[in-house]
């Protein structure tokens, strides 16, 4: 279990990431989803111990991950939002290197370890080719293959399915619900889907602050009832604004779909929607709910 109590961080420049942030993580794959600059990243290099914040906690199974960085980080796989491979080795020979780094020191074992998560991240048919030559998918694999190192029981992986085309970003999350039976993955992500097809928990987050932590599930049901939807015209769209609170404005066939919130039917015209995970996600962005 991995408890967050009241972080905070501020840079240099002012600018505040991470805002009185606390949060329960349990085991499965735990969504952290929010918008651009929200702080997912500096939340998470926090977790890494790689940054320290200027205040607050975390303890993951009872360790005291500020203070006691470096057992974290036998217990820690991390892929960070944006990492250097070198070019000119083979999948197999870095895995191999990085193996040895993080401690694995027997030859045979390395042997097998490398071996078995390169199947794994399926990529065992690549293992001879040069990183360089890898697509951004396999890049991504072969990053789960390198945070699997040691076998940690927390795993945390930044925005990994960004950039992905809609057949990687499949593998991609067969392998993170694979590996996500048996300890704590956080997932940070923009994309909405990302959190619905793997996530039983989540976090919306935006400029530092934890909107709400609860199951996707129950995001969604809290909605059902007040999402509306009309076909407007594009220069409706304006004024639609001002007098809805729209979750979504999304073109369709040259027009425009509004999705609005409301308790109530909004006006004439408007239909009764399914509500969605993107739904809960706006309305909590936007501010139309709050916890
Ligand atoms: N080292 C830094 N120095 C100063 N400001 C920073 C630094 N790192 C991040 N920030 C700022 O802190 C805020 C949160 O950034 P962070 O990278 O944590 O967000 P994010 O949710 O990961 O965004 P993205 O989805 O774009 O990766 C942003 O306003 C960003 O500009
Ligand atoms: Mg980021």
Redesign the pocket.
Known sequence: MLTISNLNKK???G????NNVCLTIGSGIFGLL????????????TIATL?NPDSGQIDFDGLNIVKEKEKLRSLLGYLP?EFGLYPTSTAEDLLNHLALLKGIANRGQRKETVASLLELCNLSQHKKKKLGGFSGGMKQRFGIAQALLGSPKIIIV??PTAGLDPEERDRFHNLLSQIGENVTVIL?T?IVSDVSELCRDMAI?N??TVLVQESPLVAIQKLQGKIWTKVVEKNQVESATTQYRVVSARLTHGQVMLRVYSDVEPGAEFQLASADLEDAYFAFIRSFIQT
């Open positions: 840079y240099s420049n600018v505040c990431a991470l929010g918008p651009n600059g929200a702080g997912k990243s500096s939340l998470m290099r940054q939002q930044d925005e940070s923009h987050i400029k530092g």
